[in-house]
């Protein structure tokens, strides 16, 4: 399918590809087995400008939207997820500075970040507050000069590894959700320490940690944006970065069909391949289908975000919760079409199965964005009566 990229765009999409390939293919199921975060490869993608994609030009980024950050995601994600998100959780972790930082604040972080010399985190989830994201409990109180943390974060990606934490915390505890603010959190902070590495399913070479705060000062300059507009800001950073999560899922759907072809085209049974049995082509058929309708609605979604439409929630919550169920269906029966062979860790259909299950549930689960698809639908409805 021709989906119309620009020169630039199909530039970076190569390299991304280039960088999968040469770097990440020889490593992923080593890094999968370690379970070790993959700095070699944090370095490769820096090396190749990746982490400036989605940073703006003014500050040291090229200034690319989400298009082109859903572009390199897809790459990574069809070779490994676990770097895929790894890399992506840096933008959701700098999104908001982007959007409702001060001058200051960019000119102090976004550069290093671009230059993948550190790297950023996301933290809202808490043990009280997943789906219910607004019923979060840590608390940072106004002092003299700045704020004290304290609270838990929990399943918290690039946790223990990243050096700029985005943390949702209430300034106002009295007024819940109203209460929240963005602030922002530099590893090494004295009352900042990791709780334990989670062992995951999936994605598992990338790092999933609690983030402890015990009366952890930070300077009054860390707030981002207005005291209580925390949740606001959050709800409307996942619009914009669900995208991404769809490209995780549609990268790592097609990386499950093309192991799956060429599978099927070399495993002989019956004195045949098996890519010539009509049941294994209707499999495989029915695959890039869906593969091709989710890429469509990714890259439809990322552009609607591009073009700094308002109203995104609807597109962009669909793009995520098609892309991620194509991913979960695609990577079963890449399993399927592989049998035995794809069942085993040493082929890598595999790992892929159990990365694509993330994306049905983080960033808002598929259940949460179609209720929430539902009530725009809703809504629209109420306004043509
Ligand atoms: C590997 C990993 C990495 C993560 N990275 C981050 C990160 O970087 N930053 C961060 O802040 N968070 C992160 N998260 C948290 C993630 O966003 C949450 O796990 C997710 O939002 C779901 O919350 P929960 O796990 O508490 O599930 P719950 O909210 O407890 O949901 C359990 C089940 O109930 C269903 N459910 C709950 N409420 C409803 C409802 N109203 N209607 C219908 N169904 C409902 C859910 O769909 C789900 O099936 C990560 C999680 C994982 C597993």
Redesign the pocket.
Known sequence: MEYFLSEEQKTIKGLARRVAEERILPVRAELDESEEFPWAIMKDLADADMFRVFVPEEYEGLGGGCLELCLVVEELARVCSAVA?SYA?NA?GCFTLMEYGTEEQKRKYLPDIAAGKRLA?????EPT?????SNIKTTAEKVEGGYVLNGT???????GEAEIYTVMALTDKTRGARGASAILVEKDTPGFTFGKK?K?MG?RA?A?RELIFRNCFVPEENLIGKPGLGFIQAMRLFDKSRPGIGAQALGVAQGALEAAVDYAQQRIQFGQPIISLPVVQDILAEMAIQVEAARALVYAAARMVDSGAKKITEGSAMSKVFASDVAMKVTTDAVQICGGTGYMRDFPVEKMMRDAK?TQ????????LR?AIAIELRKRKARTE
């Open positions: 998100a959780v959701l985190a996301f933290a809202i989830t507050a997943g789906s219910d994201a974060k929990q399943f918290i990606t690039n946790g989670e995951k994605i990338s999933t993330i549930i983080y960033e808002g689960t598929n259940q949460i209720n």
